[in-house]
């Protein structure tokens, strides 16, 4: 016995032949089970039927603001760049031009301050101070004791002591 | 055609704008080969099918899960076998069922089926809009009917000793 589902299976229930339908209805008298595929064909394509009508209800009534909804995220996805970048600089502007501004005056602390350091420093080695140099210039310090000073104020100490 | 994929009107209008959003960025690559309309439906069930994909699949309807009115419908339907006219109560059971029903299949049997069962697609239609060949689409189909046939089967029960 040639049971009916493949037919069930193979067609959609509307589109089932009248030759179809003939054999469907002589097997189903005989064969319980396949009268139950049957009738639960029948009824997927009944719910079927009803959820696309439903759906073209839906359709029908669709949203009025839909089409500027569309249009909408279309100008946002558009603008999505820019935005992103103006909305970055608004949050963060204030800390990035600090930093820049940071920035530059580590630059001229590092590159020009050093400079000027290292041309004192070569002016100073141009300049070689000579051990007699430095023995004359001594005499020129004003806070700098005379040697009669010096003795002076040692026996005048001892002096005092007897 | 984003309503045939979902009920629900947030998502079928997430899945529409979506389309449109692709379509306008692509609008180069379609250089007016074909149809616009055939374009933008091959778009949008990708969009669906895509959205179908991420969202979570029913494993399967068993009758305690079904509601009183539900599991009223079914019965009464069952024994009327003539092509009766459902009532504005009615056509909203048969509306949640039909969506339990298809919640159950891949998302790639889930469109099958309904473009044609439902909306009474060609084979061809399906496999154009898709991508897929026609072989598949058949053996989707195919599948698809009978899963939801034995799932509806398994809910009626035996209706003969």
Redesign the interface.
């Known amino acids: 016995m040639n049971h009916i589902t493949e037919i069930l299976d193979d067609t959609p229930f509307d589109g089932l032949t009248d030759t179809d339908l003939r054999t469907i209805t002589a097997h189903t008298t005989s064969c319980g089970e396949c009268a139950d595929a049957f009738t639960a064909a029948r009824l997927s394509s009944m719910l079927l039927r009803e959820r696309i009508s439903q759906a073209a209800a839906d359709t029908a009534n669709a949203n009025p603001f839909f089409q500027t909804r569309v249009l909408a995220a279309w100008r946002e996805q558009q603008t999505g760049g820019a935005w992103s970048f103006r909305r970055l600089w608004n949050a963060t502007g204030a800390i990035v031009a600090s930093m820049a501004a940071t920035t530059a005056a580590l630059g001229v602390l590092m590159f020009v301050a050093p400079a000027t350091n290292t041309s004192d420093q070569q002016t100073a080695a141009l300049v070689p101070y000579s051990a007699e140099t430095v023995v004359l210039e001594q005499d020129r310090d004003d806070n700098q004791l005379t040697n009669d000073q010096i003795i002076g104020a040692i026996y005048d100490d001892d002096d005092e002591g007897k | 055609m984003a309503?045939?994929f979902f009920?629900n009107?947030s998502q079928?209008?997430e899945a529409?704008?979506e389309t449109?959003?692709k379509a306008?960025?692509q609008l180069k690559s379609f250089a007016g080969r074909g149809s616009m309309e055939g374009w933008l439906t091959r778009i949008a069930t990708n969009t669906c099918l895509n959205m179908l994909r991420s969202a979570k699949r029913r494993p399967e309807v068993i009758a305690s899960d079904l509601s009183d009115d539900e599991t009223e419908f079914?019965e009464g339907?069952?024994s009327s076998?003539g092509?009766e006219t459902?009532d504005a109560e009615q056509?909203v059971v048969?509306?949640d069922?039909?969506?339990r029903?298809?919640e159950t299949l891949s998302p790639e049997d889930r469109l099958a089926?309904?473009m044609?069962?439902?909306?009474?697609a060609s084979v061809n239609e399906v496999a154009e809009v898709t991508g897929w060949s026609e072989s598949k689409v058949k053996v989707r189909?195919?599948r698809a009917?009978?899963k939801?046939?034995?799932a509806?089967?398994k809910l009626?029960g035996?209706?003969?000793?």
Request: overall charge positive; glycine content about 4%; cysteine-free.
């Open positions: 309503h045939r009920r009107r079928a209008e529409a704008q449109f959003l306008f960025a079914l339907v069952s076998m092509r459902l056509q048969a509306v069922l039909a969506e029903l298809l089926l309904t044609i069962d439902g909306e009474g189909a195919f009917r009978k939801a046939r034995e509806l089967q009626l035996p209706t003969r000793p």
